[in-house]
């Protein structure tokens, strides 16, 4: 760094100097991801207190840090592959920034969800003009289910 009257000052990423192990929501730059989970372990996080406390840490195929679970992760990721780790290895998983209220002020942190299935890739069956779902992006599953047309709507009400 320069203390130099008038030269101009360092650009740098600030937060690079705190890597660790463990993903944080500054490292997704605003992004969601999908990636799979390669294995769970349980790990032991120091607390202010110096109390150790248990939790569990996901490796994530190809990235170069763990996600460290808290218990909002822990239940979303459970609720689609249940409760028991030997079930999540291979599965896929959406990770995204997001923000929690935390000591009375907003906190960034880091959000799970299980994708939802892809929509089918074909156009509707039997319904004309419909047209098939927009791809989804390569490794991103679909978010948005097929839009149902005015055609598809059948009542014998004439309103």
Known sequence: MSNIPGAPPQDFDVGALYNGAYL???????QTFTAVIG????????EPDGSMRKKAAVTLQGWPMKLLLNRTNFEAIAA?????????S??????FPDTVAFNGRS??????RVPRPAA?????PGIPGAAAPAAALPGQASMLPP??????LTDDIPY
């Open 120 to 124: 089918p890739g074909a156009a509707l």
């Open 147 to 152: 839009i149902a047309t005015v055609a598809v």
């Open 80 to 88: 689609g592959y249940g409760r028991r780790s030997a079930g999540w």
């Open 90 to 95: 291979g599965k896929p998983i959406e990770i």
């Open 107 to 112: 906190v960034a942190c880091t959000r799970v």
């Open 24 to 30: 944080k929501a500054s490292d997704l730059n605003g």
């Open 39 to 46: 294995a769970v372990e349980p790990v032991e996080i120091p």
